[in-house]
């Protein structure tokens, strides 16, 4: 496996915007003002109607220290930054925002203040591993139907395994989580081997199943290869 890119990296850290502004020391408007200026957002909310928290109010294309920042949103019970760099990256920004907010601009926050924290984490990536070829029934499938659909067009249609997905049942919590998925790269021949893959775990773990999964498809196919 050959990284290519990370794509993205969010996290999402849960607290109250309520209570980071609770006692009157500073604004939902003045703290949105300070943290557009100190992290250099190339656009940031400008009117009133921009901060609606109910919608999310948006900052795009920032810097923190050397790391460019894609996007900060602040919800009312959420915070989101998202780099493409690594999920561990953009946690240390948020962390790093809200204690210059404490500081500087009078927030109620203290280190280790948000207890929870969820990440979105995505990546394109190289592997000679035939990572969508899962199952024996499916490359007949997909045999099969390359074989029917190339009859009705008069022309040859190859079909293959176009992803794999893990998810949870969606009805068993009340907000949905990501899919971990990978695919072919949009835009790429299947012949390059590039792949696509998302997922809802820091950047590090993620790569580390990629390269799991990818020894283990590897594994599996030298097992069943005649004598093996």
């Known amino acids: 496996m050959r990284l290519s890119a990370i794509t993205?990296?969010?996290?999402?850290?849960?607290?109250?915007?309520?209570?980071?502004?609770?006692?009157?020391?500073?604004?939902?408007?003045?703290?949105?003002?300070?943290?557009?200026?100190?992290?250099?957002?190339?656009?940031?909310?400008?009117?009133?109607e921009d901060l609606d928290i109910s919608k999310?109010?948006?900052f795009l294309e920032g810097t923190s220290g050397e790391y460019p920042i894609t996007?900060?949103?602040?919800?009312?019970?959420?915070m989101i930054v998202e780099t493409r760099v690594n999920t561990d990256v953009s946690k240390a920004i948020l962390e790093d925002m809200l204690l210059w907010a404490s500081r500087e601009v009078g927030i109620n926050y203290k280190p280790?203040?948000?207890?929870?924290?969820?990440?979105?984490?995505?990546?394109?990536?190289?592997?000679?591993?035939?990572?969508?070829?899962?199952?024996?029934?499916?490359?007949?499938?997909?045999?099969?139907?390359?074989?029917?659909?190339?009859?009705?067009?008069?022309e040859p249609v190859k079909y293959e395994s176009l992803s794999v997905?893990?998810?949870?049942?969606?009805?068993?919590?009340?907000?949905?989580?990501?899919q971990f998925r990978i695919e072919h790269?949009?835009?790429?021949?299947?012949?390059?081997n590039k792949y696509f893959s998302e997922s809802p775990?820091?950047?590090?773990?993620?790569?580390?199943?990629?390269?799991?999964f990818e020894r283990d498809i590897t594994l599996s196919r030298q097992a069943s290869s005649p004598g093996s």
């Open 8 to 48: 993205l990296a969010r996290v999402l850290g849960f607290v109250e915007i309520a209570d980071l502004i609770s006692g009157g020391k500073v604004s939902l408007p003045e703290m949105v003002r300070h943290l557009a200026e100190k992290y250099s957002f190339q656009k940031f909310p400008m009117t009133f």
């Open 56 to 58: 999310g109010i948006e």
């Open 71 to 78: 996007k900060f949103v602040i919800w009312d019970t959420l």
């Open 112 to 154: 280790g203040s948000i207890k929870r924290f969820g990440y979105i984490s995505s990546v394109t990536f190289f592997s000679d591993a035939p990572l969508l070829d899962l199952h024996p029934a499916v490359e007949k499938l997909a045999a099969s139907c390359t074989e029917e659909v190339s009859a009705i067009w008069q």
């Open 165 to 178: 997905r893990v998810g949870h049942d969606p009805t068993a919590r009340k907000n949905g989580l990501a």
């Open 185 to 192: 790269r949009a835009e790429s021949r299947f012949s390059e």
């Open 201 to 212: 775990l820091p950047t590090d773990s993620h790569l580390a199943l990629l390269e799991q």
